[in-house]
C-alpha cells in the first residue's frame, strides 16, 4: 500500500481510502472492510447521511477490534442544522453509531459558497469545533466542498483547516475547485481527500470502446480504473483518493492498482487529453450516481435513468436501452419512468452538481419512450402482468 503524510498531523494516510456512502449487504461489507484493513487501508468516509453507514461501520470496526487500526472520517450535515444545538445533536449521534469517542476527520458536509460558510460562522461553529477538539473529539477538521473555485478559495483562506475534499479526476480537472483549488490547499499545507476519482464509476465502465482502446494500446497492463486512479496519485498534492467500493473483488482489484503505482510520463500523460476528448461527446449528463437527489417523491431512478442515457451514446443503443429498462423496471405493472417527474424541484436543490434534472429527464424519456416505444411497452407489460 502507498502512504501518503497529512502535514497537519504526521498521519500516514493510505492513498487509497474507502468510500462508505454505497455499501452493499452487511456480510459482503463486512469481508470488504477486513479486506481492506488486511490491504493496508486504513482511511474510512463515511457521514451521517449515508444511509445505514456510521452504524454499519461502527458495529463491524467495534466488532473485530479494528477501531484503532483505522482513521474514521464522518461530516456534520450541515443542510440539517439550524441552531447551534443541532452540532452537538448529530456529533453525539454520530459518536454512538460508530462506536468510538472521538473522530480523526471530521468535514464540514457539502459547503456549497463562502455565504455558507459565513452563516455557520454566526452560528458559532468556530467555537464549537474549538471546543470538541480541545476535548480530544475532533482530532483534524475540514470540509467537503461542492461549488465555484473563487468561493473554495476564500472558505481555504477563512480559517485554520487541516483537511478538505473536493471532486477531482481526470476528466473534472478544473470543475468546482479544481486543480487551482488543489494546489492552493497543498500550498497551505491542508490536506486534499478526492472524492469521485472514478466520477460515479463512469471512467471505469463507462468509457466509449475507443477510450478504452486507447488506454490498452499505451499500456495493456491496466484497467481503464487504473489509469483513473493513477493520474491522481501522480499528484503529490493528493493526500488520499476515495472508491466507493462495493465488493471484496472491487477492493483487492483497487489495492493492487495502489501497490503497482508507478509515476507517469510521456506518452502515459497524452493519453488522457485523447481519452478526455472522446468521453466529452458522449458524457452527456454530469451525474456522478452520488444519489443525494433521492428518493424522488415519484419513484424515479434518476441516477440510474441518467447513466443509462450516458451509456446509449458511450456504449451503443441495446447497452443504454437494457440499461433503461432495468432501471425503470420498464415492464412491471408500476414502471418509474421519468415520464412521471412533476416537477416538484426536490431533487435539484440536493444535486452537488447542481444539474438542472428536470430538464434531463424529459430528455431520457423523448430518447427512450417515443410514443411507439410507449406503445410497445404497454403492451408487453399488459401481458407480462395480466
Not at 473563487?150 to 475534499?165: G, P, Q, R
Request: glycine share 6%; proline share 4%.
Amino acid at each position: 500500500m502507498q502512504y501518503r503524510e497529512d502535514k497537519a498531523s504526521g498521519n500516514r494516510l493510505s492513498a487509497l481510502g474507502l468510500g462508505c456512502m454505497r455499501f452493499p449487504g452487511k456480510a459482503e461489507t463486512e469481508r470488504m472492510i477486513l479486506a481492506a484493513i488486511e490491504g493496508g487501508v486504513n482511511f474510512f468516509d463515511t457521514a451521517y447521511i449515508y444511509p445505514n453507514s456510521e452504524k454499519t461501520l461502527g458495529e463491524i470496526l467495534a466488532k473485530h477490534n479494528k477501531r484503532k487500526d483505522v482513521y474514521i472520517a464522518t461530516k456534520l450535515p450541515l443542510i440539517m442544522c439550524k441552531t447551534i444545538d443541532d452540532f452537538d445533536k448529530f456529533f453525539n449521534e454520530q459518536l454512538q453509531r460508530l462506536k468510538t469517542d472521538y473522530v480523526d476527520y471530521y468535514f464540514l458536509h457539502s459547503m456549497s459558497g463562502f455565504a455558507q460558510w459565513e452563516t455557520f460562522r454566526k452560528l458559532g461553529i468556530e467555537q464549537w469545533i474549538a471546543e470538541k477538539k480541545q476535548a480530544g473529539q475532533v482530532r483534524q477538521i475540514g470540509f467537503s466542498y461542492h461549488g465555484t473555485c473563487d468561493d473554495f478559495l476564500k472558505i481555504l483562506d477563512s480559517y485554520a483547516w487541516e483537511f478538505c475534499m473536493i471532486q477531482y479526476n481526470y476528466y473534472d480537472e478544473n470543475y468546482q475547485a479544481g486543480r487551482k483549488g488543489l494546489l492552493a490547499a497543498a500550498e497551505k499545507g491542508v490536506s486534499v481527500m478526492i472524492m469521485e476519482p472514478l466520477l460515479g464509476g463512469r471512467l471505469a465502465t463507462g468509457l466509449p470502446k475507443q477510450a478504452v482502446e486507447m488506454f490498452k494500446k499505451t499500456d495493456p497492463s491496466l484497467a481503464p480504473s487504473d489509469w483513473a486512479f493513477w493520474w491522481l496519485w501522480n499528484q503529490r498534492e493528493v493526500t488520499v483518493a476515495l472508491s466507493g467500493m462495493n465488493s471484496v473483488q472491487q477492493m483487492e482489484s483497487n489495492i493492487r492498482s495502489t501497490d503497482a503505482f508507478r509515476p507517469l510520463a510521456g506518452k502515459d500523460l497524452t493519453v488522457y487529453a485523447r481519452v478526455v476528448e472522446l468521453f466529452r461527446k458522449t458524457y452527456k449528463i454530469n451525474c456522478t450516481g452520488c444519489n443525494y437527489c433521492l428518493p424522488c417523491p415519484r419513484g424515479i431512478n434518476i441516477p440510474a435513468c441518467f447513466s443509462a442515457y450516458n451509456s446509449r451514446y458511450a456504449q451503443g443503443f441495446v447497452t443504454g436501452m437494457t440499461l433503461y429498462m432495468t432501471s425503470t423496471a420498464a415492464i412491471a405493472k408500476n414502471p418509474s419512468s421519468p415520464r412521471l417527474c412533476n416537477e416538484c424541484g426536490k431533487c435539484e436543490k440536493h444535486c452537488p452538481q447542481y444539474l438542472p434534472i428536470r430538464k434531463w429527464l424529459k430528455k431520457v424519456s423523448g430518447k427512450f419512450e417515443p410514443l411507439p416505444m410507449r406503445l410497445m411497452l404497454a403492451l408487453v407489460r399488459r401481458l407480462v402482468t395480466r
